[in-house]
């Protein structure tokens, strides 16, 4: 028989815990579900757009009645669990029904505080927490009364003083405070947002103490401290939720403000887990729904017995959610010692930015009018990005900055449904919106599951993020460090430093050390740990071919026909007439159709059948050529000017240097690829300012630039340094290319990595830091001895790798 | 029935890797997983046509090398939300030796 598994809390933590649970194990449980609502699981969050008129109780729907019915789910819909026995492992409902349970889930969410003041019971008062509210608020507002009070000027006091106002009725809020929202806003915002509602006919009342509601059939007015009275036909009280924890308080488990759980999301009782508002994490409850996702995907990875994940809490952000004005924030507002503020302000335009900087990282963000660089600062705010490179343009917002890609500033709402949003896989704004819908995607990870949109580049990244709370209409989102994919939780981050620190060397090592939840990785991680385990453990670590890229690990290049690529190294761009007859015969003798020159001055052979490779390296090697890594996460070319050997502008020998540079680098991998340039002078006709790394020659020296790649998102270098010599340049160049090897996150370009680290990082470790720039250059050249050995010449030889380069058999 | 041919060893096919056989109706890749299981799939991915063969193992999984999409090995089916199929072909391991079945009308119908 199968275990049983009851839910009491038919809401949106609960159920969504029960379809990460579905979706893992399917056939694990017999699942009962218990509900006070008479509903099937609804989007709590757009209870306001069904207020204000601009949805239906249908569309927020979630999982309706059928939806039970075909997964085999008892609902018990409208029957309040009353009772918990744990001994015996029963709960009880109100109306007598006893179900017995193995485990038990508990997501009761939370009850809206009402104040304790004489009438507070009186018909005509309620909260804003369910669909009967919404409907007790919609009948009022039917019945033609008129005037109605919100006791609470939060979000959700503001939402439904807003839903109300649409349905006819004239609002008064009332708030204790002087500033509206004062969890999230800051005085300067809140009294924009004030103006604005106001000037949409909402009235306020603030610093008002309520003392009484008044009246005795029903409520007639509201009397506040001051002794003034105002008349009331409906009051809603929105002045904060309580986890509610009744229930599990009564059968004797540990809660404090909520129920207590550990990172399993387990309660003091291991048979009862707990997820929601109404639990307590790490002294930490939560009122939006971003964090609830987390915890649902961690507390059905251990009701599925997966056993390995862990929620370690959540950072959140959160906007208003009424039509018309956009309001965010995020993190500390409020500033504090040692911070500084960053402030625009366009009356005019009725635009208000703030963001808060310590340290040249972003701490908190209030932004009103203008919210659409919401989720930008958000990701500065939790990757605690160095803002230093752009701090005097940042409230300008991210389509300002030249390199970012997307316009930001094109609303992706103003957006016709044909618009395309993700070039790379040719998405466009309806299909993304109808996956949303019909799919009920909630995180940016499904959105690219289901429809492939920043899926690739990911420069959509940010429009993908706007549509999706735009469409499902969510004012919060969470942040951690982002897992290396689906198949750990941990980032890129924890698990080089846990390579580096506990010494591991293989992938098997890491896969067991942390707890991987797949027997051996997948497509994406793969690749990424063995480039950290080779990039730690020079030498030491072996290289896996098994989790290489097809293109590294045959060392060509495959076409979109399953053919290959050869570029064989011509040093600096330099060729002689010997290399070039023997390119010229293999072409013929492998009858190669296609010999082109490539941006990166080397000469690509295209077409070339993967059983010819060898053969073809073979020749190439005979007159002295070796692989030119067109394929690989390594160093790509150095491309070079003719400098001051031939022209009249040359100011240093740039061909000699560029060669020098490609002797030494060559065979390294790294990150992401990485391309060089020397020109002889300013005039820069080798484009070195668009190299990752890139020399400047100039009369007194080498400019050393770095950062720089073409591509989707153009981005020039940025000046690192000036040298004198040759021999710093290339120390330079070393030591650069190490901290790169050691600290960018696999498929992480020097572009964004600079950007993410900052330059003033850089400058310090390879420019200010003597010794350690020293110590890097030597790491450099010390991973250098395994890494230049020509992949090439070791296939060509047979002795390596012989099995991918022949059929196992022809048969037939 | 299946024409049943002997293709090599086990060990001739890497773990975690592949190897090609060329049969009269194209290529079949042979796949061998990190537990010793063997599979057979057309050596074309039901995307774009690109060579399975050449992507990364994982699991009980291949992804193809040109866009990664992600195949069951056992089923030759897409992984969700992808959807498509390569043709299996059965596979026997016998004293360490690889058997893989051709069934004309199987492998005719992978040709069209
Ligand atoms: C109007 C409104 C707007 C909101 N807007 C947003 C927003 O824009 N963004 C955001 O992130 N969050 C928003 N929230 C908050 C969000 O809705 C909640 O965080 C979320 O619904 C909490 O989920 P939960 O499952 O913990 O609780 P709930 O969704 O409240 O579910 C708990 C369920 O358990 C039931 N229950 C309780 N006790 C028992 C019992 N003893 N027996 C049986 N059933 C029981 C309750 O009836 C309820 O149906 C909003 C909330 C409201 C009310
Ligand atoms: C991400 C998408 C990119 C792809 C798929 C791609 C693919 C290729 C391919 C197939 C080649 C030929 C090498 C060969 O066939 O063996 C090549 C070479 C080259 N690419 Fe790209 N490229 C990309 C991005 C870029 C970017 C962003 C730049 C920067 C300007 C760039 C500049 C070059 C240059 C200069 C060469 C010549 C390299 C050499 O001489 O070795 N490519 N690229
Ligand atoms: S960069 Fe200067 S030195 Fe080099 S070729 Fe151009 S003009 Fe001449
Ligand atoms: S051809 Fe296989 S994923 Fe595109």
Known sequence: MKERLILVGNGMAGMRTLEELLAIAPDQYDITVFGAEPHGNYNR??????????????????????????????????????????????????????????WLLLATGSDPIILPVPGNDLPGVITFRDIKDVQAMLDAA??????????????????????????????????????LMERQLDTEAAALLRTSLEERGLRFLMGAQTVAILGEERVKGVRFKDGLEIPADLVVMAVGIRPNIQLAKAAGIHCERGVVVNDTMQTYDPRIYAVGECVQHRGQTYGLVAPLWEQARVCANHLAHFGISRYRGSVTSTKLKVTGIDVFSAGEFGGGPGCDEIVLRDRARGVYKKLVVRDNRVRGAVLYGDTIDGSWYFQLLREKTDIGAFRESILFGQAHLGDAGHGGGNNVLAMPDEAEICGCNGVCKGVIVKAITAQKLFTLEEVRAHTKASASCG????????????????????????????????????????????????????????????????????????????????????????????????????QKDGTYSVVPRMWGGLTSPKELRAIADVADKFQIPTVKVTGGQRIDLLGVKKEDLPK???????????????????????????????????????????????????????????????????????????????????????????????????????????????????????????????????LERTAPWLERVGLAYVRQRIVEDGEGRKALHQRFLASQQYAQIDPWAERASGRVDAHEFQPLRRVG | MYDWHEIGALDDVPRLGSRVVHTPHGGVAIFRTADDRIFALRDRCPHKGGPLSQGIVHGHRITCPLHNWVLELESGQAVAPDVGCATRYPVRVENGRLWLGLNDVVSLAAVT
């Open chain 1, 45 to 102: 969050i757009l209870l306001s757009p069904v207020l204000a008129g601009e949805k239906t109780v249908e569309q927020i729907m979630l999982n309706d009645l059928d939806w039970y019915a075909e997964r085999g789910i008892t609902l018990h819909a409208g029957k309040a669990v009353i009772r918990l026995n744990r001994a015996r492992r029963q709960v009880i409902a109100a109306d007598g029904t006893v179900a017995p349970y193995d």
């Open chain 1, 142 to 179: 039917c019945a033609g009364r008129k005037h109605a009070v919100v006791i609470g000027g939060g979000l959700l006091g503001l939402e439904a003083a807003n839903g109300l106002m649409k349905q006819g009725m004239e609002v008064t809020v009332v708030h204790l405070l002087d500033v």
């Open chain 1, 459 to 558: 420069s959509c990244t940010g429009l993908v993020e706007q549509l999706l709370a735009a469409t499902v209409g969510d004012y919060s989102k969470t942040s951690r460090e982002k897992p290396l994919c689906a198949c750990t939780e941990h980032s890129h981050d924890q698990v080089r430093k846990v390579i580096r620190e506990q010494h591991l060397t293989s992938l098997r090592a890491v896969f067991d050390f942390m707890e991987w939840k797949t027997p051996d990785g997948c497509h994406s991680c793969r690749p990424a740990i063995n480039f950290y385990l080779i990039a730690a453990w020079p030498g030491e670590a072996r290289d896996d071919a098994q989790s290489r890229f097809i293109n590294e690990r045959v060392h060509a290049n495959i």
């Open chain 1, 616 to 746: 073809v390296w073979a020749d190439l090697n005979a007159a002295g050529m070796v692989s030119g890594h067109a394929y690989g996460k390594s160093l790509r070319t150095v491309k070079t000017c003719v400098g001051s050997e031939w022209c009249r502008f040359g100011t240093q020998d740039s061909t000699g240097l560029g060669v020098k540079l490609e002797k030494m680098t060559w065979g390294s991998w790294t990150p992401h690829k990485f391309k060089m340039a020397v020109s002889g002078c300013p005039r820069n006709c080798a484009e070195a300012t668009i190299k990752d790394f890139g020399v400047v020659c100039v009369d007194s020296g080498y400019e050393l630039h770095v950062g720089g790649n073409g591509g989707i998102k153009l981005r020039g270098t940025d000046l690192l340094c000036k040298v004198a010599t040759e021999e710093e340049a290339m120390e330079y160049c070393g030591a650069f290319m190490q901290l790169y090897r050691e600290e960018a996150r696999y």
